[in-house]
Every structure is written in structure tokens, then in C-alpha cells.
């Protein structure tokens, strides 16, 4: 009731969209009482004022952002050669003609399964992302507005988790997804069940995210709905969910990249080629293919990067659209 | 009383809640670093019972001229890279913080490289450093370098180039220090203006000071992440040329899952844990002489 004041609903509205990125990565830094919209962050005014000599700024910018660009620019131009126009010196930038079938040649090469290989991605995408969701939202809420004793050493606990590395799991998960194969009966390692089952129990970074977003969120609703004999777990889904869902979106989208672009798991964990997921796919389409013609490689690596920078743009959408329709503006 | 059971069943409710983390935390956290520890005393490949055998694997690696020489080029590729890309990217974060036209699009276009899978990127810069017909060596051609360097097939210059690759994915970073640019309240700088404050001091007695907390926190998780660098250059030069690239995780992995030498991974592992506590912790102690939070 008292939290009123830092409550997201002025904060959230105020925020560009570009600003979305920034609102996900920021809050790791925060301060513990700061909301995850970093309030202020974005009001204009905030920024140094324009300087008479601020063209100056775009010459440096401009550099900045061809170096960003050309090796797209390059692998795009790459993607479209025949293999002897990609061997030719000096480079040929704009490919004459254009060769479409590039594409196809990798969609169809008998040495890869790139169908196959999104599906499985798309599998564990799907199951990892609905995972961490929900585990994340679930476990953040008792964090963030249940007053249980233990909470606090809990938390701690939880944050600690972040620094340790995967490498230090790693080898010894192996043994521990054996032994739950063994113990279970159905088997583990080789499936894609270490991929995406923990994903269900949380994950420390994502739950301290949400923790921080839904501190945010006033209580008043909250006991509004407990009077009305409104359960817990009904208040969570009900009422806390549908106004995180900006927050949501950001743990989902990251899940989602987590997983996508994931290459270590998938090597440890998988080993047949028909479980590939596209990581690992690619690497062995290019370990495979020894004499590497780039062409089909540049034109495999568009396919597998194009979605994720689709999604990029999508998601600025939905971010304006998900908090319109969550009735943050009122 | 009724106190007593409100408390106590606030407090099931709540250890319902996290219920999923414990769990998760006991499984997938803490019984695998206990046994890791314990796996790093034994002698351990997997199909058989692991076998204690004391400090063995810790012995064997000191004399190990392999883990040396992933050790120093690990310890090489983050003090290059550490302070490149913090530096590149708060560079060009304040280049961003600026009201200047176009600004989404600069931001944009900054932070797509950050967005490629490891293992696109590989490919990609695989193809840009191409000794021949790379894009990076026709353009050093055409500026009049008539024999760049050969970049991945070269032991000199593969871990430049891997410095390289990972500068183009700073966009990350950059993103995170303009939201801590953003932040900084313009008051500190109009205070500054009257007192007649050059554009640098501004820099140096106001920017730097109010955004050390966000410099502190891409410190500790450039610290984490240079020292575990594994897949790009796993996939890229394979621990190559010469071993000029095999960085610690890289080594670690080939013993446990190409060598099957669990218990020597372990090892491996547990002195990374370490390193990584302890420099964390040196970062978070020094950081008390620069790292300033505001009042808020």
C-alpha cells in the first residue's frame, strides 16, 4: 500500500521503445528498491542538450555503425555468389546474378537437415521458454510479495547462483542427468531433456528480474482481491501475471535467445545428427563440408541468424502493444 | 497464536512459491558443484565408479604444459578484451547519449551484432578473416597493406583476431551503460556548467563517478564471461593454430568429454571457480575506492 509511489505506472509509458533493451539489462545494476523500468531513464530532458557542433557526433557514429554493418552487408553478398564468384579476387561486392538457390542448395543438401534441425530448436525453444516463464514468475512472486522468514537468506543464495560457471556443472550435470536416466528409466543424455527441464525450476537471473518488476507493482490490488477470498496462486495468475506481462515478454525473448543461440549445451548433451539443433547443426554442416564453400555457409548462417533479428524488431512492437493492452496508461 | 499460524502459513505459502527453484537449485546447482568437488579428488571417466585419489588431478595439472598454456591464453584474451570493449563501448554509449537525429537507428545498428548466435558469428568472421579473399585482408589491401596479416592460420595474430571478432559484439554492453548514461541527473551537469567545467572534466568528475556502479557491474560480468570464452573459438580456430587459442574452457572440456577424464575436468573446473571468486572479489573490493552510488 505504501509502494504506491514507485509504482511502474507512470515509468513505464514514458519509455521509447528503443529503450526496451536497455530496461531488461539495466535493472541487473540496479539498486534493490529501484523498479525494472528505470524510471527516468528516459525522459529527454535528462540528456546533455544539443550543441551547436553536434554533427560533429555523426562522424564518429557512422564509423561506428559501418563496422557494425559490413560484416552483414558481406555475409548477405556472400550468401547470393556462386562458389566461384565467392573465390574471386578482388571480391565481386554486389553479386552478379543474384543466386537465389543458394538457399535452397542448404535446405535440401543431403550433408544437413536444416528443417529437422529447427524443429528440435523450435522444440526446446518452446518447452525452455514456457519453462522459465512460468518457474521464474512463479518463484519471483514469493520472493517479491510474500514476507516469509527464510526469504531474505534465500534470495541471497539464489544470486550467489549466477557466478558460478557453467563449466563447473557441466561436467558433473553429465553424471547427474546419467544417474537420472538410470533411476527414472527413460533415458536423458542424448535426449533433449537436459536442455529444457531445467528451465522449469527457475532461473536466478530471470527470477531477480521479475522479483524487482513486480515490487513495482502496487499491493493494493492484491488485497482488494484477497478479501474478495481470492487464493494466492489466484492473485499470481490473475492479477500479478497480466500486469508483468511487458516483463514476461523481456524473460521470454531472452529465454528464447538463450536457447536459440545455446551451442555448448547442445554439444555436451545431444549426439545424434538427427537431434541437432541448428548451433550445432551449423558447426557440423561446416566441419563436414572441410573444403568450406562459403557461399552455402553464409547463406546457412543468414538462416539461422535472420529469425533471431526478425524477433528483435517484432519485439519492440509488442513491447508498445503489451503495454497498451495491459492498461498500463490508466 | 492466530499470529503464530498466520506467520507459519505465510511461510509454507511463500516456500510453495520458491518451491521450484529449491528444487532446481539442489539438483542442477548444488549437488553438481558438490560433486565436482568431489569428482575433482577422483579418478573419473564415466563408465566407471569414480576412484579417490587425493590431489592427483591437481598435481598432474601443475606440471600439465597444456592447462599453462591454456591458462596464459585465457589470462592474454581478457586483459585485451576486458578493457577494449569496456572502454569501445562506453565510448560509443556516450556517442548515443546525445540528442542528435537518428539516434534509434545508430542504436540500432550498434546493438544487432550482439544479437548473432556464437555459432553464426563464427562463420562469419571464419570468412571475414579469410586470408585471401576475407573482406577484413581485401580491405587492408586496398589501404595499401600489401601483406596483412593471416589472421586465423597465424599464432601471432589469431587471438588479435579473436579480440577483434569480440568487440563487434559489444552492443550489449553499450546498451547497458547508456541506460546508466541516462541516468546520471542533469543537475550534476549544469552544476558543472557554472562552474565553468570543460567538456572532459565533465566527463571525468561527473560521468565517470555517477555511472562507476554500471562500469563495476560490465567489469565483474566481463570477468565472468572472458574467462569461460569457449564457443566461438571452439568452433573458429579449434584451440589453433599451434595451440595459440586453446583457451581453459576449451581445454577443459576436450578432458572431459573428448578424453573422458571427468575427475581432471573437475579439477579444472574448481580452480576456475576459484579464480573467478577470487578476482570478483578483488573487483568488489577495490571498487570501494571507485565506485560511487548515489543517494538514491
Given at each position: 500500500m505504501s509502494n504506491l509511489n514507485t509504482g511502474p505506472i507512470t515509468t513505464i509509458p514514458a519509455t521509447p521503445v528503443q529503450n526496451d533493451v536497455a530496461m531488461i539489462s539495466f535493472p541487473k545494476t540496479g539498486n534493490d528498491r529501484q523498479p525494472v523500468a528505470p524510471d527516468g531513464t528516459v525522459i529527454p530532458d535528462r540528456r546533455t542538450r544539443r550543441t551547436p557542433r553536434s554533427w560533429l557526433l555523426h562522424i564518429p557514429l557512422v564509423l561506428v555503425c559501418v563496422a557494425a554493418i559490413l560484416p552483414f552487408l558481406w555475409m548477405l553478398s556472400t550468401s547470393f555468389k556462386s562458389l566461384e564468384m565467392a573465390m574471386t579476387f578482388p571480391p565481386q561486392y554486389i553479386p552478379k546474378p543474384f543466386q537465389w538457390s543458394n538457399y535452397a542448395e542448404v535446405l535440401?543438401?543431403?550433408?544437413?537437415?536444416?528443417?529437422?534441425?529447427?524443429?528440435?530448436?523450435?522444440?526446446?525453444?518452446?518447452?525452455?521458454?514456457?519453462?522459465?516463464?512460468?518457474?521464474?514468475?512463479?518463484?519471483?512472486?514469493?520472493?517479491?510479495?510474500?514476507?516469509?522468514?527464510?526469504?531474505?537468506?534465500?534470495?541471497?543464495?539464489?544470486?550467489?547462483?549466477?557466478?558460478?560457471?557453467?563449466?563447473?556443472?557441466?561436467?558433473?550435470?553429465?553424471?547427474?542427468?546419467?544417474?537420472?536416466?538410470?533411476?527414472?528409466?527413460?533415458?536423458?543424455?542424448?535426449?533433449?531433456?537436459?536442455?529444457?527441464?531445467?528451465?522449469?525450476?527457475?532461473?536466478?537471473?530471470?527470477?531477480?528480474?521479475?522479483?524487482?518488476?513486480?515490487?513495482?507493482?502496487?499491493?493494493?490490488?492484491?488485497?482488494?482481491?484477497?478479501?474478495?477470498?481470492?487464493?494466492?496462486?489466484?492473485?499470481?495468475?490473475?492479477?500479478?501475471?497480466?500486469?508483468a506481462r511487458p516483463a514476461l515478454t523481456v524473460v521470454a525473448l531472452f529465454a528464447f535467445m538463450g536457447i536459440w543461440n545455446d551451442f555448448l549445451g547442445p554439444l555436451v548433451y545431444l549426439q545424434r545428427p538427427e537431434q541437432f539443433t541448428l548451433a550445432l547443426g551449423l558447426q557440423n554442416f561446416q566441419s563436414q563440408h572441410g573444403g568450406t564453400p562459403w557461399h552455402l555457409l553464409m547463406a546457412a548462417s543468414v538462416m539461422v541468424i535472420l529469425p533471431v533479428v526478425v524477433l528483435f524488431f517484432l519485439a519492440q512492437k509488442t513491447f508498445i502493444e503489451g503495454i497498451a493492452t495491459t492498461g498500463m496508461k490508466g | 497464536m492466530a499470529n503464530e499460524n498466520a506467520e507459519t502459513g505465510r511461510t509454507l505459502k511463500g516456500l510453495a512459491f520458491v518451491s521450484p527453484w529449491i528444487i532446481?537449485?539442489?539438483?542442477?546447482?548444488?549437488?553438481?558443484?558438490?560433486?565436482?568437488?568431489?569428482?575433482?579428488?577422483?579418478?573419473?571417466?564415466?563408465?566407471?565408479?569414480?576412484?579417490?585419489?587425493?590431489?592427483?588431478?591437481?598435481?598432474?595439472?601443475?606440471?600439465?604444459?597444456?592447462?599453462?598454456?591454456?591458462?596464459?591464453?585465457?589470462?592474454?584474451?581478457?586483459?585485451?578484451?576486458?578493457?577494449?570493449?569496456?572502454?569501445?563501448?562506453?565510448?560509443?554509449?556516450?556517442?548515443?547519449?546525445?540528442?542528435?537525429?537518428?539516434?534509434?537507428?545508430?542504436?540500432?545498428?550498434?546493438?544487432?551484432?550482439?544479437?548473432?548466435?556464437?555459432?553464426?558469428?563464427?562463420?562469419?568472421?571464419?570468412?571475414?578473416?579469410?586470408?585471401?579473399?576475407?573482406?577484413?585482408?581485401?580491405?587492408?589491401?586496398?589501404?595499401g597493406i600489401s601483406e596483412p596479416p593471416a589472421w586465423l592460420a597465424d599464432p601471432n595474430w589469431s587471438m588479435p583476431a579473436l579480440v577483434l571478432m569480440s568487440l563487434w559484439g559489444v552492443g550489449n554492453t553499450v546498451v547497458i551503460y547508456l541506460a546508466g548514461l541516462q541516468d546520471v541527473p542533469r543537475e550534476l551537469y549544469e552544476a558543472a556548467d557554472i562552474d565553468g567545467a570543460t567538456p572532459i572534466r565533465k566527463i571525468w568528475h561527473v560521468t565517470l563517478p555517477s555511472i562507476s556502479p554500471v562500469i563495476f557491474?560490465?567489469?565483474?560480468?566481463?570477468?565472468?564471461?572472458?574467462?569461460?570464452?569457449?564457443?566461438?573459438?571452439?568452433?573458429?580456430?579449434?584451440?589453433?593454430?599451434?595451440?595459440?587459442?586453446?583457451?581453459?574452457?576449451?581445454?577443459?572440456?576436450?578432458?572431459?568429454?573428448?578424453?573422458?577424464?571427468?575427475g581432471y575436468a573437475s579439477a579444472m573446473a574448481w580452480i576456475q571457480l576459484l579464480v573467478i571468486l577470487a578476482l570478483t572479489l578483488l573487483a568488489t573490493w577495490s571498487s570501494k575506492k571507485w565506485v560511487h552510488y548515489g543517494g538514491k
Open positions: 535440401s543438401s543431403n550433408k544437413t537437415d536444416f528443417l529437422l534441425w529447427t524443429r528440435n530448436t523450435l522444440i526446446i525453444a518452446v518447452l525452455g521458454v514456457a519453462g522459465t516463464v512460468f518457474s521464474s514468475a512463479l518463484v519471483a512472486y514469493g520472493f517479491a510479495k510474500i514476507k516469509f522468514r527464510g526469504s531474505k537468506v534465500l534470495f541471497a543464495v539464489m544470486l550467489m547462483t549466477m557466478m558460478v560457471p557453467f563449466p563447473v556443472t557441466m561436467v558433473s550435470l553429465f553424471a547427474v542427468f546419467k544417474w537420472l536416466g538410470e533411476t527414472t528409466g527413460t533415458e536423458w543424455l542424448g535426449t533433449f531433456k537436459p536442455l529444457w527441464v531445467p528451465a522449469w525450476f527457475g532461473s536466478a537471473f530471470n527470477i531477480f528480474l521479475l522479483r524487482q518488476f513486480f515490487m513495482t507493482i502496487p499491493d493494493d490490488l492484491s488485497e482488494a482481491a484477497k478479501i474478495d477470498g481470492c487464493s494466492e496462486f489466484g492473485i499470481f495468475w490473475r492479477i500479478i501475471l497480466p500486469l | 532446481g537449485f539442489v539438483v542442477f546447482t548444488a549437488v553438481p558443484v558438490g560433486l565436482s568437488l568431489y569428482y575433482s579428488f577422483c579418478d573419473y571417466s564415466l563408465t566407471l565408479p569414480p576412484v579417490f585419489t587425493g590431489l592427483d588431478n591437481y598435481r598432474t595439472l601443475m606440471g600439465d604444459s597444456i592447462f599453462w598454456i591454456s591458462v596464459r591464453n585465457t589470462a592474454y584474451y581478457a586483459v585485451l578484451v576486458l578493457p577494449l570493449s569496456l572502454i569501445t563501448a562506453l565510448g560509443i554509449a556516450m556517442l548515443l547519449n546525445n540528442k542528435i537525429r537518428g539516434l534509434s537507428i545508430y542504436r540500432t545498428i550498434v546493438f544487432l551484432p550482439s544479437l548473432v548466435p556464437a555459432v553464426a558469428a563464427a562463420m562469419l568472421w571464419l570468412w571475414l578473416f579469410n586470408a585471401k579473399l576475407g573482406l577484413i585482408n581485401v580491405g587492408l589491401r586496398a589501404i557491474f560490465n567489469l565483474i560480468m566481463g570477468i565472468i564471461g572472458t574467462l569461460q570464452v569457449f564457443s566461438q573459438a571452439y568452433i573458429i580456430t579449434a584451440g589453433g593454430p599451434a595451440r595459440s587459442t586453446t583457451f581453459y574452457t576449451m581445454y577443459l572440456y576436450d578432458n572431459a568429454f573428448v578424453n573422458l577424464r571427468m
